[in-house]
């Protein structure tokens, strides 16, 4: 049996524990927008959560996975693509008794990166340049038909 959790869920500054239901062994999938403060997902009788692509999961405090010797919790992407799960600034993750494949990643969320300024190209620079030159004679100083040359005091 598959259990789903998803949709858009912002919990603030509590903490959601998902954990063994009613079957065990049955699989958990995590999908749609989630935002907790802290997030453990437990298992003794080594559930797997399965993590769809596309999941947006952050967390903001503590992410704890943990399962039990002998049986341990699996996390695992769905598909076999890469998953990441957002981890708040100072966050800390905290696995014991996991199976946690290279394909389910946790790590800071995504950044917020400077935007481009834009610059000339080679064709627009030898437009202005021109243009440039022309503002630079204009502010010249100008010849009135003086001789400059003899200087007298």
Same mark, same amino acid.
């Given at each position: 049996?598959?259990?789903?959790?998803?949709?858009?869920?912002?919990?603030?500054? @509590?903490?959601?524990? $998902? /954990?063994?239901?009613?079957?065990?062994?049955?699989?958990?999938? $995590?999908?749609?927008?989630?935002?907790?403060?802290?997030?453990?997902?437990?298992? +003794?009788?080594?559930?797997?959560?399965?993590?769809?692509?596309?999941?947006?999961?952050?967390?903001?405090?503590? $992410?704890?996975?943990?399962?039990?010797?002998?049986?341990?919790?699996? $996390?695992?992407?769905?598909?076999?693509?890469?998953?990441?799960?957002?981890?708040?600034?100072?966050?800390?993750?905290?696995?014991?008794?996991?199976?946690?494949?290279?394909?389910?990643?946790?790590?800071?969320? *995504? +950044?917020?990166? %400077?935007?481009?300024?834009?610059?000339? @190209?080679?064709?627009?620079?030898?437009?202005?340049?021109? %243009? #440039?030159?022309?503002?630079?004679?204009?502010? %010249?100083? /100008?010849?009135?038909?003086?001789? #400059?040359?003899?200087?007298? *005091?």
């Amino acid at each position: 049996m598959t259990r789903e959790i998803g949709g858009s869920l912002n919990a603030g500054n @509590n903490t959601i524990e $998902l /954990r063994d239901g009613r079957d065990p062994g049955s699989t958990s999938q $995590l999908s749609g927008t989630l935002v907790v403060q802290n997030l453990t997902i437990k298992s +003794s009788t080594g559930r797997t959560f399965v993590l769809p692509v596309g999941a947006n999961i952050t967390v903001l405090g503590t $992410l704890t996975v943990e399962g039990v010797p002998g049986q341990p919790v699996v $996390l695992q992407a769905a598909s076999g693509t890469a998953v990441l799960i957002n981890l708040g600034p100072g966050a800390t993750v905290v696995r014991t008794n996991a199976t946690v494949p290279a394909t389910v990643q946790t790590g800071a969320g *995504p +950044s917020v990166s %400077a935007a481009a300024i834009p610059t000339l @190209n080679e064709y627009g620079l030898m437009l202005l340049s021109p %243009a #440039h030159g022309t503002g630079a004679l204009a502010s %010249a100083p /100008r010849c009135t038909g003086v001789n #400059h040359s003899t200087f007298r *005091p």
